[in-house]
């Protein structure tokens, strides 16, 4: 797995979960870092060049996710909302490094871009075929599905923020810290 930010350095990262602004309320990442099996950051670096030309650039929400947080998000969200998490029995892409949580932002201004919902915001307004909506949130969100799909990435049918790499099969599912990635990197 690779860092995102060493490949990129316009890739803004506004990782939650190191934050007690998430749905478990409190911090379960010691920093605010993101990776991802590299063929995936490399099609992620794309679509953020490509957003350049615009004038805008990926957010990062959240990238790999060690398996331990998959089983406390299981267990602190309510039965009726575990749609919109993984059921740590099976893992997730996340833990495989092969899924991403992103939107999109305003290169001049450092905002986010309107969407149909916020981020983790667990509703029908998540769904990536949402009817709601305003004109400009609707067509920022077909933007970033459109890009995303062109690179390899599909589209979760809960969460218009959330991409599988298509290759997420061939990755083990993974429960160690990011400083543990740092070590095997530099080996």
């Known amino acids: ?71 406390l998000f299981w267990e602190v969200v309510p039965e009726d909302k575990r749609i919109f998490v993984a059921d740590p029995r099976k893992g997730s892409k996340h833990n495989r490094g092969c899924a991403v949580d992103l939107s999109i932002y305003d290169l001049k201004t450092g905002e986010l871009v309107p969407m149909p919902s916020g981020y983790d915001e667990f509703t029908e307004r998540a769904s990536p075929n949402y009817a709601g909506g305003t004109t400009e949130e609707t067509a920022n969100r077909e933007k970033l599905r459109r890009m995303m799909e062109a690179a390899g990435f599909t589209v979760n049918p809960k969460e218009w923020w959330h991409f599988d790499y298509k290759d997420w099969e061939q990755y083990a599912i993974y429960d160690i810290s990011f400083d543990a990635i740092d070590k095997r990197n530099t080996r």
Do not use: C, H
Request: charged letters at 25%; glycine letters at 8%; hydrophobic letters at 40%.
């Open 1 to 71: 797995m690779i860092e995102l930010t060493k490949l990129s350095n316009s890739i803004k990262l506004d990782i939650r979960y190191a934050t007690a602004d998430n749905f478990v309320g409190r911090p379960v990442y010691a920093e605010p870092r993101a990776f991802l099996q590299r063929p995936a950051a490399e099609a992620l670096v794309g679509v953020n060049e490509l957003l350049e030309n615009e004038g805008q650039g990926l957010v990062i929400f959240d990238g790999y996710r060690p398996w331990s947080i998959t089983k």
